[in-house]
């Protein structure tokens, strides 16, 4: 690092090891093993599958976009799960063993992640992996999973319709996001018509699908308008005229990665003021890390349907947020995407002290049941279908960037990636 102040690294430095480990030291109150399980057993007990485990150290995987369209939302990602790593590895690390990572980019390409999946499995033999963000992507890496017998710690919200035994689903399924945020906007604004616009791809035309089975068959309203454009597209003028034209109560966005940028300048540029919800925008892919992106003067008023946002106030989230801004700048902003990123690695490290073992048969065996009450989003438990229960919440957003939370359920939400009706 360089500096003309001879001081000024050694501080940053300090400042930044002493929030870390003041997270950490909050997290280790809920996650500390049991006695006895901070020891380093013997690598002969505790790996004989010959995963990338030693008497010191264990291998993951972080499998992301930095590059391509997909980058704007994935970066968030990557740099949650290897502040968790940072974290528990100034903990004492997993069964006695610090955490090592091999990092690669999907590219934003499907096919290329389904290649490194593989090279991350078969080659380096790492225990766990944490990646993906799109259902393209993980759907190109399932079968290498399936096949090779890895574990994959899944962070983005996605439209269910899929249980594997070797996908943690640490973001949230259609009946958490979509159908909860739909009967808000209908109960609260008195919404009755929506035009649903997506990227072309299985999340949000399987979303959308989903979407309107419940606006028209369970809710009694109507759909006026639906279109999907191409990942990276950044012309939407037409489709806004349209809009403008049908007049709907809703716009329900599933627009992704770097399209939101063009998407939503162009909607304000053409005199939809979100701020006066006529009409509303609605959105199930737009965090904070996408507003980053987009500017928050550009979407002041739209709506959001998550599980997390940065603006929740609890001691975890507060925690949390000052970690990641003392690891990765003040200027960061954080997701939800990212934060359940964040959730996979401090999952795993459970599973695997709970099992004994790094072996991926034991990993699974023992993760229904583990629970996190040190999640920044606040409680948070893994479902025998490998989902979480996690809370609905839906955001205001502000010209600053941040969403305001307007709503949350009561109680945690159980986890239904098969709906019945909507399949």
Request: glycine share 8%; proline share 5%.
């Given at each position: 690092?360089?500096?003309?102040?001879?001081?000024?690294?050694?501080?940053?430095?300090?400042?930044?090891?002493?929030?870390?480990?003041?997270?950490?030291?909050?997290?280790?109150?809920?996650?500390?093993?049991?006695?006895?399980?901070?020891?380093?057993?013997?690598?002969?007990?505790?790996?004989?599958?010959?995963?990338?485990?030693?008497?010191?150290?264990?291998?993951?995987?972080?499998?992301?976009?930095?590059?391509?369209?997909?980058?704007?939302?994935?970066?968030?990602?990557v740099q949650a799960e290897k502040l968790a790593i940072e974290q528990i590895n100034e903990m004492g690390g997993v069964l006695g063993r610090k955490i090592e990572?091999?990092?690669?980019?999907?590219?934003?390409?499907?096919?290329?992640?389904?290649?490194?999946?593989?090279?991350?499995?078969?080659?380096?033999?790492v225990a766990a992996v944490f990646g993906c963000w799109t259902s393209a992507s993980r759907k190109a890496v399932l079968p290498v999973f399936e096949q090779y017998?890895?574990?994959?710690?899944?962070?983005?919200?996605?439209?269910?319709?899929?249980?594997?035994?070797?996908?943690?689903?640490?973001?949230?399924?259609?009946?958490?996001?979509?159908?909860?945020?739909?009967?808000?906007?209908?109960?609260?604004?008195?919404?009755?018509?929506?035009?649903?616009?997506?990227?072309?791809?299985?999340?949000?035309?399987?979303?959308?699908?989903?979407?309107?089975?419940?606006?028209?068959?369970?809710?009694?309203?109507?759909?006026?308008?639906?279109?999907?454009?191409?990942?990276?597209?950044?012309?939407?003028?037409?489709?806004?005229?349209?809009?403008?034209?049908?007049?709907?109560?809703?716009?329900?966005?599933?627009?992704?990665?770097?399209?939101?940028?063009?998407?939503?300048?162009?909607?304000?540029?053409?005199?939809?003021?979100?701020?006066?919800?006529?009409?509303?925008?609605?959105?199930?892919?737009?965090?904070?890390?996408?507003?980053?992106?987009?500017?928050?003067?550009?979407?002041?008023?739209?709506?959001?349907?998550?599980?997390?946002?940065?603006?929740?106030?609890?001691?975890?989230?507060?925690?949390?947020?000052?970690?990641?801004?003392?690891?990765?700048?003040?200027?960061?902003?954080?997701?939800?995407?990212?934060q359940a990123a964040y959730l996979g690695p401090w999952l795993w490290k459970a599973a695997v002290e709970k099992a004994g073992s790094f072996d991926i048969d034991?990993?699974?065996?023992?993760?229904?049941?583990?629970?996190?009450?040190?999640?920044?989003?606040?409680?948070?438990?893994?479902?025998?279908?490998?989902?979480?229960?996690?809370?609905?919440?839906?955001?205001?957003?502000?010209?600053?960037?941040?969403?305001?939370?307007?709503?949350?359920?009561?109680?945690?939400?159980?986890?239904?990636?098969?709906?019945?009706?909507?399949?």
């Open positions: 690092m360089k500096t003309n102040d001879k001081g000024a690294a050694p501080r940053s430095m300090l400042r930044r090891k002493l929030m870390i480990g003041s997270a950490a030291l909050a997290l280790s109150l809920a996650m500390a093993p049991r006695p006895g399980l901070a020891q380093s057993p013997p690598t002969s007990e505790v790996n004989t599958t010959g995963l990338a485990v030693t008497d010191d150290t264990v291998t993951v995987g972080i499998l992301h976009s930095i590059t391509g369209t997909m980058a704007i939302s994935e970066t968030g990602s990572y091999i990092q690669e980019d999907g590219a934003s390409d499907w096919p290329t992640f389904a290649e490194k999946a593989k090279k991350l499995l078969v080659q380096d033999k017998n890895g574990m994959l710690y899944y962070p983005t919200f996605y439209e269910g319709l899929e249980e594997s035994p070797n996908v943690i689903y640490t973001g949230q399924e259609a009946t958490q996001q979509i159908i909860a945020g739909l009967n808000w906007v209908a109960e609260e604004k008195g919404a009755e018509t929506f035009y649903l616009l997506g990227s072309d791809y299985i999340w949000p035309r399987t979303s959308n699908k989903i979407a309107r089975k419940h606006i028209e068959d369970k809710l009694g309203l109507k759909v006026v308008g639906e279109e999907y454009y191409p990942l990276g597209h950044t012309q939407f003028n037409s489709v806004i005229n349209k809009i403008k034209l049908r007049k709907p109560d809703v716009i329900y966005a599933i627009v992704v990665g770097g399209s939101n940028v063009a998407f939503y300048k162009q909607l304000k540029a053409a005199g939809i003021d979100m701020t006066q919800e006529k009409p509303i925008v609605m959105t199930i892919s737009v965090t904070e890390d996408e507003i980053r992106g987009i500017g928050g003067e550009n979407i002041e008023g739209a709506y959001a349907t998550m599980k997390y946002f940065q603006s929740l106030e609890n001691e975890n989230n507060q925690e949390f947020v000052s970690a990641f801004k003392a690891m990765w700048g003040e200027d960061m902003v954080i997701g939800d995407v990212t034991k990993v699974r065996e023992a993760s229904p049941g583990i629970e996190l009450t040190t999640a920044p989003e606040g409680y948070v438990r893994i479902h025998e279908n490998h989902h979480l229960w996690s809370k609905t919440r839906v955001g205001h957003a502000k010209a600053d960037g941040q969403y305001e939370v307007v709503y949350e359920t009561t109680d945690l939400m159980e986890p239904d990636p098969f709906p019945e009706g909507y399949q």
